[in-house]
């Protein structure tokens, strides 16, 4: 047996994200809490002039005055550059923040009053603390949707869903054009699409450790890496009616235009490998869904462009996924048998 070895380099992991966005809104957080303290003087007043959210005083902390007043800066006052209100989640993800920098700081050593205080955080708790937050959070959530209703504001900011009649005419569209640009496209549009994923989780498709044989459906099925979650998901590879929805097409046109990725060593087996080293992954995505709509199709597929939305985006296709699931399903499924009891 060989032995373990040790390789790479060590490098210490902390309790919260580290990743270049991540970063950014932080930053972005405590420079709105700076000048929360600036504009609202009962604020400055709370916490006697501190302005730094890492570095405020354990009693200031602690105080649900502060919290309340900004959530309250957050949910009346603040607005980003082109003066529209912060989204629901938006402006609770950096209350939690606030919360949370405090309770990094102080939950496990500071005064008894101090650690009762940040059983806010506790998930699950039905402390008194805990049913504070979890009120403070439903207030900001009814304050901002009724300013939303108010100002004809768009309520639902998710992406438009993309249907699986659009995946069809795209996927026809790259297979009049040809090229072996086009067929990749097709493949990984496809791909994302049996998958219902986010637009990121494509890119981790291996051909050596996420392919699966499924025995309910007797088909491949791919184990993929949820990275948001922390999770694997199976997923079906179920042929398609044609070829412009099936899944074995698209990745048969894929490997006869492709040159060989498989690797002896096993090393960096990506099945899209080109997707993988991307960095913006689902603005890449974004350009493979528009790049034949009709109207904005590059210049490579305006002989062959179809008719698409042109605002489509790779966050559609989850959605649209889970909708055209739902409604195959309703129509299949045989009514429930009635209740006689």
């Known amino acids: 047996m060989t ?23 932080k930053r ?11 504009a609202v003087p009962e604020a400055r007043q709370i916490t006697r002039g501190h302005t ?16 309340a007043r900004f959530a309250g800066f957050l949910v009346e006052q603040y607005k980003i550059k082109d003066g529209q209100r912060l989204k629901v989640n938006t ?57 939303a209703v108010e100002e004809g504001a768009c ?15 795209i996927s026809r569209a790259l297979v009049m054009e040809g090229s072996q640009e086009a067929l990749a496209r097709r493949f990984t549009l496809m791909n994302l699409w049996i998958s219902a994923g986010r637009a990121s989780e494509v890119q981790w498709s291996t051909y050596d450790t996420t392919l699966k044989w499924d025995a309910e459906f007797e088909n491949a099925g791919q184990a993929w890496a949820q990275m948001k979650t922390g999770r694997e998901k199976l997923v079906v590879w179920v042929p398609g009616v044609d070829r412009h929805r099936c899944i074995y097409a698209a990745h048969g046109d894929y490997l006869a235009t492709t040159r060989p990725m498989y690797n002896s060593d096993r090393t960096d087996n990506w099945m899209l490998p080109e997707l993988h080293r991307a ?42 996924a889970a909708i055209c699931l739902q409604a195959v399903c309703q129509q299949s499924s045989p009514p429930p048998p009635l209740d006689t009891s």
């Open 155 to 169: 309520l639902d900011q998710s992406a438009a869903p993309v249907y699986l009649e659009h995946i069809k005419r």
């Open 28 to 38: 972005t957080i405590k420079n709105i809490f700076h000048m929360f303290i600036e």
């Open 52 to 67: 730094d959210l890492d570095h405020l005083p354990e009693d200031v902390v602690c105080s649900r005055e502060l919290y």
């Open 279 to 320: 960095g913006a992954v689902r603005a890449v995505l974004t350009s493979y869904l528009r790049c034949a709509a009709r109207g904005v199709a590059t210049k490579k597929y305006e002989a062959v462009a179809c008719d698409v939305p042109q605002t489509t985006t790779a966050g559609g296709i989850r959605p649209g």
């Open 91 to 147: 402006a609770r993800n950096y209350l939690n923040y606030a919360i949370q920098a405090g309770s990094d700081r102080f939950k496990a050593n500071g005064a008894p009053a101090t650690r009762l205080f940040f059983t806010c955080t506790d998930i699950g708790s039905n402390a008194e603390p805990a049913v504070w937050l979890q009120g403070l959070r439903r207030q900001m959530h009814r304050a901002l949707f009724g300013h």
């Open 3 to 25: 032995p373990a070895v040790a390789t790479g380099t060590n490098r210490p992991l902390g309790s919260q994200g580290s990743s270049a966005s991540w970063t950014a809104s």
